[in-house]
């Protein structure tokens, strides 16, 4: 199948190859260790993008599970690795439709590398593959650039990387920490833009490095205590880093065919477009946060879900663990659904609004459910608005329901 059909050898070939290898080791790693985000289960509820998946039966999930793992293992082998990243992709966003929640970062990083490599020749492969890296790096930076991050995430990620190499985070002045924040910013900024130039490249491949050590150090057993799926996609990084940039453009040289197939040229651009030129529709709330690579950004807002603390018994007996003791005076609790998400299922939750209000809604067929949206007024300010919702019987109001046009409908939840 010439769609399909495999490149004459060459350095460029063997580079191609081991980063297909290194993407599906990473991805059966990142795959085993969130095994049930991936197959039916009813711990957490389950969130299809399009109201017509939610009557996909269970079984299903089963199906495109094994499909996946299929996928990866035909992509260590060169004579199945374009097969295998297809079924891969096409396995996975299969899967996410059924269930938004797994379209992890690190998910939708390999369904566009795959893509990338099963249509493109190898030395297109590795400059594509070298831009969807880059624009990863740009437009992660670039979600950064706002108040919120440098007192709420930042500031969390660099407590991590103290608490880890043995220096207690309060002890730092508030503006030393600021400073330390914007830093490291710009050092992912900086990253991108020197991988972007053949001069300042190997700079580039050095500062990667080292800002995916600085990551695991931080988010790792002993600073944050991150789950293993947010440290295997930093070691991806690692591995594939060195492998795609340093190596010289003239060193990857290799025949080419004069003419690519259409199918492929629309497959390779498609997924490079969706990973480079998409996410600068994410301000506007046309594209997710999560594929606009803004991880550890408060870009899509603030979304928390309460429940009256009389009424936290009548929760479904998966979510009851995980609501916090109120405040004084309260009476309302927090749903806490990360911890429930990382406990559950071994990963982080979906960050989008949507995502959690349909969480919202399927609880609230037990107990009203009070969501509370904010969202910043300005990026350089502290300024916010919060507007607030209580859900019951399953219903979200017309007035919420007009802001999303995806699905805010779940799969029913209960007991394992």
Known sequence: MKFLSNQPAGTADRSLAHLSQVYAIGGLLLIGTTWRLWLPQMAFPQVPLFGWACAIPRSA??????????????????????????????ASMS????????????????????LLIASSPALSALRRLRWLTIGLYAWSAASKCDLTFLHGPGRMVLQGLLTAIGIDPHAVQEDIGTWAVIVMVAWEGLTSLFLAFPRTRRLGLLQSLVLHVGLLVALGPWGLNHGWSVLLWNVLFLFQNPLLFGTKETETATSEPPRANWLRTVVAYGALGAGVLLPALQPWGLWDVWPSWAVYSTRGGWCTLLVRTEEVSQLPSAAQPYVRPPQPL???????????????????????????????????????????????????????????????????????????????????????
């Open 95 to 114: 899967s996410m439709a059924v269930d938004q929640h797994r379209l992890q970062v690190w998910a939708w990083h390999l369904v566009l590398a795959g």
């Open 330 to 416: 309260a009476d309302w609790s927090v749903i806490d659904v990360d911890a429930w998400s990382r406990e559950a299922l071994s990963c982080p939750v979906y960050p989008q609004s949507r995502f959690r209000i349909a969480i919202a809604a399927a609880l609230s067929q037990s107990v009203p459910v009070r969501v509370e949206l904010r969202r910043s007024l300005d990026h350089w300010t502290d300024d916010v608005v919060l507007t607030s919702w209580i859900l019951e019987g399953g219903q979200i109001p017309a007035e919420l329901k007009r802001r999303y046009w995806l699905n805010l409908r779940a799969r029913p939840i209960g007991d394992e």
């Open 61 to 90: 999930d089963v199906v495109l599970a094994g499909a996946i793992v299929l996928g990866l293992i035909g992509a260590l082998f060169r004579r199945t690795r374009g097969c295998g990243w297809i079924a891969f992709a096409i």
